[in-house]
């Protein structure tokens, strides 16, 4: 096949305008993509239609590090430097008059360095895409502007032990020897950051939601039991959505993929998010960590993120803030009044904890924090709502979403329907709220101190110098959260008859009670029982610490608990284990070696760091855990990365594993 040459004088001759879509209007992508899962390699071929809103000299496509083997514009093939027309990293130069319906096909291929992720090992290989802040542009020559809304129908030819999820609608699979294709239809524009991969062994459960959308639940063939508790409440979550947002749920489809070692805990993907397989959970663990918010805040996205994009970073809240609010009503509507008002509360802590650390910024700042764009701009939905009151903040919204729908949208486009449907000036409202990088901590709190019985009894509560009234609070009526506030301030003060709690606060024992009195040693030790994952991991340790002579009763009690993904639980009793004198001695160098196995790379991420993390307490790395660390250091989880290099380094000046490492290291470049 022949290629296009590349040369960089070529770039030097002209400049692309930072503003294509003003110039120029990608209306359709029709793609077909080999997608090679072990070798993690991409060949394609795209049809784009474009409109040429004004005469221009070029157009481009964003594809960094792509190869173009072919490229076509209007029946010219294979654009060349001797014609006069260059293509280079997706830049055509050539003359193009004002004009409908152009067509652009080109083929290439790439092994692509970020946004599309293989996941190759002896136990899980999946392919996954995240394009928003790594840009698909990566694996799909696209436009990285988000204000350019393209209708993707894309279909994939992959190995046929996998299934294929993606944006849309499945037509068809043809199946060849060895080979399936999977076609996937849209019927309406997104942005490009919001086309979605996921290639795997799944099965799937399909729900349908009130107004009769299909919502498809993927999970691993052998997380069959993980299934309700993983995906709890999403039909409730979804129907209220509907019912509460006022418009119909935008897309053909709803999907929701898991996925081993993703980069954040999900991603809105239009009609298809994707999201970290450390959510797939059993009923246990719906107790400390479930993805009810995560589930919900991901598909408000599906509104306000892919429905109405932002125009720019600087209304960035318009999506995350949107997505956090209504997530926050999803979950009222489940877990009652207190919860929202009590999230609430706490979104105001760490957005006051925020300002003291000198680190806020105004709400309309592109660079401000995930915490100001999710929690303040929840905050700012809230009381706008309570200013205007609910008919005319609903309608409002109703009529922003409904003007502009599959247009990307400004913080003026949502204020003006607010100012509209309530007769309202919000000048001041937004000085106050969205301009100023100052919280409004006061008011906030006193909103909610007249709203809420639980944040109002929380913040009346001060036990630090122990009281006769104190000691009753936990054989009260007040709510969960106050009493781990008790609990907290005053631990050497807990007495039998509060273990009679909630299972939140007999967690709150097992974590703020660390020194255990032996008159508490038979309640404590019923903390073990309970169906959480956190306090049974704080209880061992406790109790292991406390009562030495029970050690061996405390292991064989726990010893086939494994606790999370991460395996929290799991990893403390083996470091126990290994440190308790007498206790299955002939099994030491078992227990090791499981510990050690769980650093490699066919555990999730989550599960690596917490076994580097107990090595790390024994003081103990073996050979093998070494390399598995030095390969952790070049995670593509920048989270997991920074955690391997940082202890790396830490190890590397500890001249029992100094010259280890080191070897390691040098046999990996050779």
């Not at 500890?654 to 040098?666: F, R, T």
Request: net charge negative; glycine share 4%.
């Amino acid at each position: 096949m022949k290629h296009i040459q590349f040369l960089l004088f070529a770039f030097l001759c002209f400049s692309v305008n930072a503003q294509q879509t003003d110039v120029v209007d990608f209306k359709t992508a029709k793609a077909s993509l080999y997608i090679d899962i072990e070798k993690g390699e991409v060949t394609g071929s795209i049809e784009y239609v474009f409109d040429v809103l004004k005469e221009t000299d070029s157009i481009y496509l964003d594809s960094p590090n792509i190869v173009y083997d072919y490229i076509e514009v209007n029946n010219s093939v294979n654009l060349e430097i001797n014609a006069g027309e260059i293509i280079l990293d997706g830049v055509v130069k050539r003359k193009f008059a004002k004009s409908k319906d152009n067509v652009m096909i080109v083929k290439y291929h790439v092994k692509p360095k970020k946004a599309l992720y293989f996941i190759n090992d002896s136990k899980n290989i999946q392919a996954w895409t995240q394009g928003q802040g790594k840009y698909t542009s990566h694996w799909l020559p696209s436009i990285d502007d988000m204000n350019d809304k393209i209708e993707f129908d894309l279909s994939f030819i992959v190995d046929s032990n996998y299934q294929v999820i993606s944006n849309g609608k499945v037509l068809k699979v043809e199946k060849a020897k060895g080979y399936n294709t999977w076609y996937f239809d849209m019927q309406k524009p997104m942005s490009s950051y919001l086309v979605a991969l996921a290639i795997g062994k799944y099965d799937k459960q399909v729900i349908t939601s009130k107004s009769g959308i299909p919502i498809e639940l993927y999970y691993y063939p052998e997380d069959s039991a993980k299934v309700e508790p993983t995906y709890r409440y999403t039909k409730q979550m979804f129907d209220f959505l509907e019912e509460e947002i006022g418009v119909p749920y935008p897309w053909q489809n709803y999907k929701q993929v898991p996925v081993k070692d993703f980069l954040y805990s999900g991603m809105e993907n239009t009609s298809c998010t994707i999201f970290s397989d450390d959510f797939m959970i059993d009923d246990t663990s719906f107790v400390d960590k479930n993805y009810v918010n995560v589930n919900a805040h991901e598909l408000a996205h599906q509104w306000f993120g892919d429905l109405v994009t932002e125009t720019s970073g600087t209304h960035h809240w318009l999506q995350e803030g949107f997505a956090t609010y209504y997530a926050l009503l999803a979950e009222r509507d489940i877990f009652g009044d207190e919860y929202y008002y009590w999230r609430l509360y706490e979104y105001a802590e760490e957005l006051i904890a925020q300002e003291e650390a000198s680190q806020s910024t105004s709400l309309l700042d592109p660079k401000s924090s995930s915490t100001t764009f999710y929690k303040k701009g929840a905050w700012v939905l809230h009381m706008l709502r309570e200013q205007v009151g609910n008919k005319a903040f609903k309608t409002a919204v109703k009529n922003y979403l409904e003007k502009n729908a599959y247009k990307n949208v400004e913080t003026s486009d949502f204020i003006s329907e607010v100012e509209a449907t309530s007769g309202q000036d919000l000048t001041g409202f937004v000085d106050l709220w969205l301009h100023s990088k100052i919280v409004p901590y006061n008011k906030m709190i006193t909103h909610l101190s007249s709203v809420s019985d639980a944040v109002n009894g929380y913040l009346q509560i001060d036990c630090e110098g122990y009281s006769s009234k104190c000691s009753e609070y936990l054989t009260s009526n007040l709510f969960d959260n106050s009493k781990i506030k008790v609990i907290a301030q005053m631990p050497n003060k807990i007495q039998t008859k509060d273990f009679k709690n909630s299972i939140k606060v007999r967690q709150a024992i097992a974590q703020y009670v660390t020194k255990i009195p032996s008159a508490l040693q038979l309640d404590y030790e019923t903390l073990l029982q309970d169906k959480s994952y956190a306090t049974i991991e704080a209880a061992l340790y406790n109790l292991w610490a406390n009562f030495p002579r029970k050690r061996k009763q405390y292991l064989d009690q726990t010893k086939s608990i494994y606790g999370f993904n991460n395996y929290n639980v799991r990893t403390l009793w083996l470091v126990l284990a290994i440190a308790t004198t007498d206790y299955q001695e002939d099994k030491t160098e078992t227990f090791y070696n499981e510990l050690v196995g769980y650093t490699a790379s066919t555990n999730p991420f989550s599960r690596r760091q917490n076994a580097f993390d107990s090595l790390s307490s024994l003081g103990l790395f073996n050979k093998e855990a070494l390399k598995n660390l030095i390969e952790a250091s070049k995670h593509h989880n920048w989270r997991f990365k920074s955690f391997a290099k940082q202890l790396l380094e830490s190890l590397s000046e500890n001249e029992k594993y100094k010259s280890i490492i080191s070897n390691l290291q040098n046999n990996q470049k050779q």
